[in-house]
């Protein structure tokens, strides 16, 4: 055994050692092609042998220089030589936003801001976004009206509308730039784009989950179904009472009392005032009186025309087309 | 018609960011999966496998049907397991009268079967089987020697080949810093044969030789058992290059609470955690306790003040 050690201490520098992996590899070794030997022997060759070659990685590992700790002392491996696959693709780059190309283009270049702001109307330093902030518009109780505002117009409506409209740009920029990195192959880990319904007409969007709310309300419907309206059942819990109880029509007295006029006639008179008032603005649409007189014109000169081509007329339906050509032919027959 | 879906707990998003591709990747995880039909030895085989790399595997127990990772149209399921588990080591394991005790081992990339190399199993020797002093068993996740003897493993292609699905399978995580006392094992594999290699687990003794180098013994724990190559699949050569490719940055880690002045130089800030002065324990005098109690306090408070003053005068 000594004498087959110290043999096989000079072959060391023979193996291929691999410390990063702790790995050895002897590619001279061949075991003999007969099968003469036993299992036994046969196993207790290879463990000699490895044996070996386990010394030949602990010679390299145990002379590394090492720092004492307390659990024992610590090495610092090499990087391991041999080469393996990667488990996934290499981090794609992620391409530049669409601002962040403009800002280049323009050389805007980004500057560090204080957290903290002076706020004019307290008086004091506070955030500057979130809760509490500095200079917050929305935060402004009382807007002064001035003299070229429209008095129909709600200055805090609008200002929730016009937060609103900010919102959904952003919204709409920010999946523009994600379908764009998406397209690299760059999305954050953390951002997933999924088709809500698909581009094709006519496809529903995916159902929504139904809420525990949603479905106190259907259970509550669905207990007046018994013939006394649910009166004398028991209730489940999470049940709420139907929403809509008693009758859904009504019908006016059909005897009048002495007033100033019919019920009914004041009823239909309010929905015709509220349809008049409604589309007041365009009972006389002058654009499209112009343009009607037009066409009548149009017509009347083609058929006066036309007499010798009657099939032409009938092959071209009276639908408005938007299409260019049409148009220009239009001009031509003038 | 595009929605954003973005994790909605910072645990999920951290869970996402740890399985994203990586420029340095951290180490690959084990599926161990088998399909309709097992016999013993093989259920065994991955049994004992599996607890080899307890800290780094993930085994199914259930039957798979689908999963034929050789056929065509039968890797579906296959990477799907692998995409869900984030896996990309595998080992199936089948039993059928064509091919007794088949294990395939293979690689995926990128959530698709990279390649692949089936093995029968014979010889097999359990844990249980081997006695040895109990002191010696090796620690579960420490590092691994790993031993590949014989020309084989350079010389023919389906060895060469298994060598690098086995060298990735037992080899562990990659470490910088190893602690030299935590060495205790080592994988011995053997090629016997252009067909059939012997693989082994031992435990290391290390013993004392004079030297900084400690004498290496080996002790069979086992499992123990001979592969013998049936089917591989070597990679696509256009995929293997895709695959090899690394980057020459390193990732660098985010400098905290380090600032550089011109003047000072290098600046460090240390957090020093809320002395919290207002919760320190008071001495106890509480009013409200019967006077008996109290007094008895006092007194026992006195006794045990009393030998102490009778040391100090000593």
């Given at each position: 055994?000594?004498?087959?050690?110290?043999?096989?201490?000079?072959?060391?520098?023979?193996?291929?050692?691999?410390?990063?992996?702790?790995?050895?590899?002897?590619?001279?070794?061949?075991?003999?092609?007969?099968?003469?030997?036993?299992?036994?022997?046969?196993?207790?060759?290879?463990?000699?042998?490895?044996?070996?070659?386990?010394?030949?990685?602990?010679?390299?590992?145990?002379?590394?220089?090492?720092?004492?700790?307390?659990?024992?002392?610590?090495?610092?491996?090499?990087?391991?030589?041999?080469?393996?696959?990667?488990?996934?693709?290499?981090?794609?780059?992620?391409?530049?936003?669409?601002?962040?190309?403009?800002?280049?283009?323009?050389?805007?270049?980004?500057?560090?801001?204080?957290?903290?702001?002076?706020?004019?109307?307290?008086?004091?330093?506070?955030?500057?976004?979130?809760?509490?902030?500095?200079?917050?518009?929305?935060?402004?109780?009382?807007?002064?009206?001035?003299?070229?505002?429209?008095?129909?117009?709600?200055?805090?409506?609008?200002?929730?509308?016009?937060?609103?409209?900010?919102?959904?740009?952003?919204?709409?920029?920010?999946?523009?730039?994600?379908?764009?990195?998406?397209?690299?192959?760059?999305?954050?880990?953390?951002?997933?784009?999924?088709?809500?319904?698909?581009?094709?007409?006519?496809?529903?969007?995916?159902?929504?989950?139904?809420?525990?709310?949603?479905?106190?309300?259907?259970?509550?419907?669905?207990?007046?179904?018994?013939?006394?309206?649910?009166?004398?059942?028991?209730?489940?819990?999470?049940?709420?009472?139907?929403?809509?109880?008693?009758?859904?029509?009504?019908?006016?007295?059909?005897?009048?009392?002495?007033?100033?006029?019919?019920?009914?006639?004041?009823?239909?008179?309010?929905?015709?005032?509220?349809?008049?008032?409604?589309?007041?603005?365009?009972?006389?649409?002058?654009?499209?009186?112009?343009?009607?007189?037009?066409v009548?014109?149009e017509k009347k000169r083609r058929s006066?025309k036309g007499k010798a081509s009657p099939a032409d007329n009938k092959l071209k339906p009276e639908k408005k087309s938007f299409k260019k050509g049409n148009f220009k032919k239009g001009k031509k027959g003038? | 018609?595009?929605?954003?879906?973005?994790?909605?707990?910072?645990?999920?998003?951290?869970?996402?960011?740890?399985?994203?591709?990586?420029?340095?990747?951290?180490?690959?995880?084990?599926?161990?999966?088998?399909?309709?039909?097992?016999?013993?030895?093989?259920?065994?085989?991955?049994?004992?496998?599996?607890?080899?790399?307890?800290?780094?595997?993930?085994?199914?127990?259930?039957?798979?049907?689908?999963?034929?990772?050789?056929?065509?149209?039968?890797?579906?399921?296959?990477?799907?397991?692998?995409?869900?588990?984030?896996?990309?080591?595998?080992?199936?394991?089948?039993?059928?009268?064509?091919?007794?005790?088949?294990?395939?081992?293979?690689?995926?990339?990128?959530?698709?079967?990279?390649?692949?190399?089936?093995?029968?199993?014979?010889?097999?020797?359990?844990?249980?089987?081997?006695?040895?002093?109990?002191?010696?068993?090796?620690?579960?996740?420490?590092?691994?020697?790993?031993?590949?003897?014989?020309?084989?493993?350079?010389?023919?292609?389906?060895?060469?080949?298994?060598?690098?699905?086995?060298?990735?399978?037992?080899?562990?995580?990659?470490?910088?810093?190893?602690?030299?006392?935590?060495?205790?094992?080592?994988?011995?594999?053997?090629?016997?044969?252009?067909?059939?290699?012997?693989?082994?687990?031992?435990?290391?003794?290390?013993?004392?030789?004079?030297?900084?180098?400690?004498?290496?013994?080996?002790?069979?724990?086992?499992?123990?058992?001979?592969?013998?190559?049936?089917?591989?699949?070597?990679?696509?050569?256009?995929?293997?290059?895709?695959?090899?490719?690394?980057?020459?940055?390193?990732?660098?880690?985010?400098?905290?609470?380090?600032?550089?002045?011109?003047?000072?130089?290098?600046?460090?800030?240390?957090?020093?955690?809320?002395?919290?002065?207002?919760?320190?324990?008071?001495?106890?005098?509480?009013?409200?306790?019967?006077?008996?109690?109290?007094?008895?306090?006092?007194?026992?408070?006195?006794?045990?003040?009393?030998?102490?003053?009778?040391?100090?005068?000593?």
């Amino acid at each position: 055994m000594e004498m087959e050690m110290e043999i096989e201490a000079e072959k060391q520098h023979k193996f291929d050692v691999d410390l990063g992996n702790l790995m050895a590899f002897d590619s001279n070794h061949t075991f003999p092609s007969q099968p003469p030997l036993s299992r036994e022997h046969l196993v207790n060759q290879c463990l000699l042998k490895a044996t070996h070659l386990v010394q030949a990685v602990a010679d390299a590992l145990f002379t590394l220089p090492s720092t004492e700790d307390v659990d024992g002392p610590l090495v610092n491996l090499p990087a391991p030589l041999t080469k393996l696959p990667r488990e996934k693709h290499l981090p794609k780059p992620k391409p530049p936003t669409k601002w962040e190309v403009f800002a280049k283009k323009k050389g805007i270049q980004n500057r560090k801001k204080d957290k903290i702001v002076y706020d004019e109307q307290s008086g004091t330093w506070k955030r500057r976004y979130g809760y509490d902030r500095a200079n917050d518009e929305d935060a402004v109780p009382i807007i002064e009206a001035k003299e070229t505002d429209d008095p129909a117009e709600d200055p805090f409506a609008k200002r929730k509308e016009n937060k609103k409209k900010r919102i959904e740009k952003q919204d709409k920029n920010r999946l523009q730039n994600l379908k764009e990195a998406a397209k690299f192959g760059a999305l954050p880990s953390h951002v997933q784009l999924a088709a809500t319904a698909l581009p094709i007409t006519g496809t529903q969007a995916a159902p929504k989950k139904v809420t525990k709310d949603e479905l106190g309300n259907v259970a509550g419907i669905a207990a007046t179904a018994t013939a006394s309206g649910g009166k004398f059942d028991k209730k489940l819990p999470g049940e709420k009472p139907a929403k809509h109880k008693g009758k859904y029509r009504k019908f006016l007295p059909v005897v009048e009392g002495t007033g100033i006029g019919s019920q009914e006639r004041e009823q239909t008179e309010k929905i015709l005032n509220k349809i008049m008032s409604k589309n007041s603005h365009n009972i006389l649409n002058v654009e499209k009186a112009v343009t009607m007189h037009n066409v009548k014109k149009e017509k009347k000169r083609r058929s006066d025309k036309g007499k010798a081509s009657p099939a032409d007329n009938k092959l071209k339906p009276e639908k408005k087309s938007f299409k260019k050509g049409n148009f220009k032919k239009g001009k031509k027959g003038k | 018609m595009l929605e954003i879906k973005t994790a909605k707990t910072r645990r999920g998003k951290r869970e996402l960011e740890k399985r994203a591709p990586k420029l340095v990747e951290s180490g690959k995880k084990t599926l161990i999966l088998h399909g309709t039909k097992t016999s013993a030895v093989l259920n065994a085989v991955l049994a004992q496998i599996f607890h080899l790399k307890k800290d780094n595997a993930v085994k199914f127990s259930r039957k798979n049907e689908n999963v034929k990772p050789f056929e065509a149209g039968g890797e579906t399921s296959l990477e799907f397991f692998s995409l869900k588990t984030d896996c990309s080591i595998f080992l199936y394991g089948s039993h059928s009268k064509k091919r007794p005790d088949n294990l395939v081992l293979g690689r995926t990339y990128d959530h698709h079967i990279y390649d692949l190399v089936e093995v029968g199993v014979e010889n097999f020797k359990p844990m249980e089987s081997f006695s040895y002093d109990k002191k010696l068993a090796p620690k579960e996740g420490s590092k691994p020697f790993i031993v590949f003897i014989g020309e084989g493993f350079e010389a023919v292609e389906e060895l060469k080949h298994l060598k690098e699905v086995l060298l990735e399978l037992l080899r562990g995580e990659v470490v910088e810093n190893l602690n030299l006392a935590g060495v205790d094992r080592a994988y011995v594999c053997a090629a016997l044969s252009p067909n059939r290699v012997l693989f082994t687990h031992c435990a290391l003794r290390l013993k004392k030789s004079g030297t900084v180098v400690p004498r290496m013994e080996l002790v069979e724990v086992g499992p123990s058992m001979d592969f013998v190559i049936r089917r591989h699949r070597p990679p696509n050569e256009g995929l293997r290059k895709e695959a090899m490719k690394t980057s020459r940055e390193k990732p660098k880690k985010k400098e905290k609470n380090v600032k550089r002045d011109e003047l000072k130089g290098k600046i460090g800030s240390i957090y020093i955690p809320d002395q919290k002065v207002g919760e320190t324990a008071l001495p106890y005098n509480a009013k409200g306790v019967k006077r008996e109690r109290r007094e008895a306090k006092r007194k026992n408070d006195n006794d045990e003040n009393a030998p102490k003053r009778k040391k100090e005068d000593a």
